[in-house]
């Protein structure tokens, strides 16, 4: 069964870098099928997509945070990471590390399917 | 960007009763939509996706239907289990939500 897991400081203080690890688990993160991302939820308030990575490393971000976040991937050590800069207390959410499904089309591959979550992690900003 | 839009945004509804959901598309997604359902404290569980494709063990009292621009969560009688949010998802778009809450 695969299982994803984040991991990293629960308190970041204004101005400085969120960092967050995905590690997965049950089965491999250099799978042609699939891509891996995170997404945020705002205490009280709905899904928001922060971006997605290919294990070739080709990363995918939504614009309106783009200028702010890096997402990397590590195949040896079956792991993804999530960097977000200058954060505010607006990032505080709860961060969530995910298997979207990729799907062959007629303008190329595409997100699916998000078919496994990890549990979350609570990110509070505040100095 | 696709923005979809689900409504209503709350449901109030009593156990053993039927809802619906709804989830619209600003432009044609085919088939391409999924269906998740999360509890407090809890992350999104997939239970349908492909439009009408129900995930490994979810209850066949979840149902979806649609294409194109308009899809639907239909759960045939309502469950104590079954009162949570429910979001729709495309690509890496979301919907707003909707809850559905005991009445």
């Known amino acids: 069964q695969l299982q994803l897991q984040e991991s990293g400081p629960g308190l970041v203080k204004p101005s400085e870098t969120l960092s967050l690890t995905c590690t997965v688990s049950?089965?491999?993160?250099?799978?042609?099928?699939?891509?891996w991302g995170w997404i945020r939820q705002p205490p009280g308030k709905g899904l928001e997509w922060i971006g997605s990575?290919?294990?070739?490393?080709?990363?995918y971000y939504n614009p309106s945070l783009k200028s702010r976040v890096t997402i990397s991937v590590d195949t040896s050590k079956n792991q993804f990471s999530l960097k977000v800069s200058s954060v505010t207390a607006a990032d505080t959410a709860v961060y969530y590390c995910?298997?979207?499904?990729?799907?062959?089309?007629?303008?190329?591959?595409?997100?699916?399917?998000?078919?496994?979550w990890g549990q979350g992690t609570l990110v509070t900003v505040s100095s | 960007e696709i923005v979809l839009t689900q409504s209503p945004a709350t449901l109030s509804l009593s156990p053993g009763e039927r809802a619906t959901l709804s989830c619209r598309a600003s432009?044609?997604?085919?088939?391409?939509l999924a269906w998740y359902q999360q509890k407090p404290g809890q992350a999104p569980r997939l239970l349908i996706y492909?439009?009408?494709n129900r995930a490994t063990g979810i209850p066949a009292r979840f149902s979806g239907s649609g294409s194109g621009t308009d899809f639907t969560l239909t759960i045939s009688s309502l469950e104590p289990e079954d009162f949570a949010v429910y979001y729709c998802?495309?690509?890496?778009?979301f919907g707003q939500g909707t809850r559905l809450e005991i009445k």
């Open positions: 995910a298997r979207w499904q990729r799907l062959s089309g007629s303008s190329g591959y595409h997100h699916n399917t998000l078919d496994y």
């Open positions: 049950g089965g491999s993160i250099s799978s042609s099928s699939y891509y």
């Open positions: 990575i290919y294990y070739s490393g080709s990363a």
């Open positions: 432009q044609s997604v085919s088939s391409y």
């Open positions: 492909d439009a009408s």
């Open positions: 998802q495309q690509r890496i778009t």
